[in-house]
């Protein structure tokens, strides 16, 4: 009962900020801003791109990144998005169309819960398999906080040591600027913080 109260407090507070940026663009795009992060590049050992995006610019962005030789292996997990379609599979894929060597590409479905938290256990033993000890987390702008967040929690919580640094990779259909004139992006935006309001609630 004090979690759903926790939680339905949680919405409302979103709801009220977001009438309240509303009324500034500048406040507005404070919004969008808040949700990003992104730290300075060093070449590491695997680049993870993160799943959830259909419009292929994770992928895009950890294949820029690898024929930068800012990382030696592409990681990915997904899951079943079809009978017989994965998510990690279809990343692959598009990865090697896009030059990447195949034994360059460790792919494998999430084997727990689907979201942001599972997929992060499942690329971190990954990682801890392949004895990697450097990596660059690759997901949408707007996802960024969220996820470097929750990775830093796994990190912390398997007593992992990893050096890592997120990117940001720009989204097409959620843009940071001028966010609210975009359907998708509001959308995506106000899931983004209930989301992350959730994760704080439950961790």
Do not use: C
């Not at 792919?107 to 801890?128: F, P, V, Y």
């Not at 004139?181 to 899931?191: N, S």
């Amino acid at each position: 009962m004090k979690k759903q109260v926790l939680i339905y407090t949680a919405i409302i507070f979103t709801l009220s900020l977001f009438v309240f940026f509303l009324s500034s663009e500048r406040w507005m795009n404070g919004v969008s801003n808040f949700l990003v992060h992104s730290d300075p590049l060093e070449p590491a050992e695997a680049i993870v791109v993160l799943s959830g995006s259909g419009t292929g610019n994770r992928i895009e962005a950890g294949v820029k990144l690898f024929k930068k030789g800012l990382g030696k292996f592409i990681v990915i997990s997904g899951d079943e998005i079809y009978p017989g379609y994965y998510t990690h599979t279809l990343m692959k894929n598009y990865a090697i169309n896009l030059g990447v060597p195949e034994d360059k590409i460790i792919a494998s479905r999430i084997e727990g819960e689907i979201s942001t938290w599972g997929e992060g256990i499942d690329n971190l033993k990954k990682l801890e398999e392949n004895n990697f000890k450097s990596f660059i987390l690759v997901t949408s702008a707007f996802h960024t906080y969220r996820a470097r967040t929750i990775y830093d929690q796994l990190i912390s919580d398997f007593g992992y040591n990893f050096k890592w640094s997120a990117y940001p990779a720009e989204d097409p259909l959620v843009p940071i600027k001028d966010w609210w004139k975009e359907r998708t992006a509001r959308k995506a935006i106000f899931i983004e913080f209930i989301k992350l309001l959730y994760f704080y609630i439950e961790h």
